[in-house]
C-alpha cells in the first residue's frame, strides 16, 4: 500500500503545474516528521522526485519546499538511509541542488 500511495505521489512532486508541485513538496514536509524511517522502503522512490527538478527551480517557492523537504528527511530519518540516494542523485546533478546536496552529505 505504502508504494502505491507513493507511486502516486510521486507524480505529483514532477507536476508540469507549479502550484501542484510546491503543495506536493509542502505536504511531503508535514508528512516526514509522521511517517519517520517507515519512509525507508520508499526513499530511494521519493529522493530522485524531491530532488530531480525542484533543488534547480528557478521558482523561488517550489526551491525554498524542496529545500525543507531535504532538512526534514535529514532530522527525521536515519541518516544511513539517506546516504546511498543523497550520493547517487549529487553524482548526477549540476548547479544549486549538487552545491545543496553535497553539503547535506558533508
Given at each position: 500500500?505504502?508504494?502505491?500511495?507513493?507511486?502516486?505521489?510521486?507524480?505529483?512532486?514532477?507536476?508540469s503545474n507549479s502550484k501542484v508541485n510546491q503543495v506536493a513538496l509542502e505536504t511531503m514536509?508535514?508528512?516526514?516528521?509522521?511517517?519517520?524511517?517507515?519512509?525507508?522502503?520508499?526513499?530511494?522512490?521519493?529522493?530522485?522526485?524531491?530532488?530531480?527538478?525542484?533543488?534547480?527551480?528557478?521558482?523561488?517557492?517550489?526551491?525554498?519546499?524542496?529545500?525543507?523537504?531535504?532538512?526534514?528527511?535529514?532530522?527525521?530519518?536515519?541518516?544511513?538511509?539517506?546516504?546511498?540516494?543523497?550520493?547517487?542523485?549529487?553524482?548526477?546533478?549540476?548547479?544549486?541542488?549538487?552545491?545543496?546536496?553535497?553539503?547535506?552529505?558533508?
Amino acid at each position: 500500500v505504502l508504494f502505491q500511495i507513493f507511486d502516486a505521489f510521486r507524480s505529483r512532486l514532477h507536476d508540469s503545474n507549479s502550484k501542484v508541485n510546491q503543495v506536493a513538496l509542502e505536504t511531503m514536509h508535514r508528512m516526514i516528521p509522521l511517517l519517520k524511517d517507515s519512509l525507508s522502503p520508499v526513499i530511494n522512490m521519493l529522493i530522485p522526485a524531491i530532488v530531480d527538478n525542484n533543488l534547480n527551480s528557478k521558482n523561488p517557492g517550489i526551491y525554498a519546499a524542496a529545500t525543507n523537504v531535504i532538512q526534514a528527511l535529514c532530522q527525521h530519518l536515519d541518516t544511513s538511509l539517506l546516504l546511498q540516494p543523497f550520493c547517487t542523485k549529487a553524482q548526477f546533478l549540476n548547479g544549486k541542488a549538487k552545491q545543496d546536496l553535497t553539503e547535506k552529505l558533508a
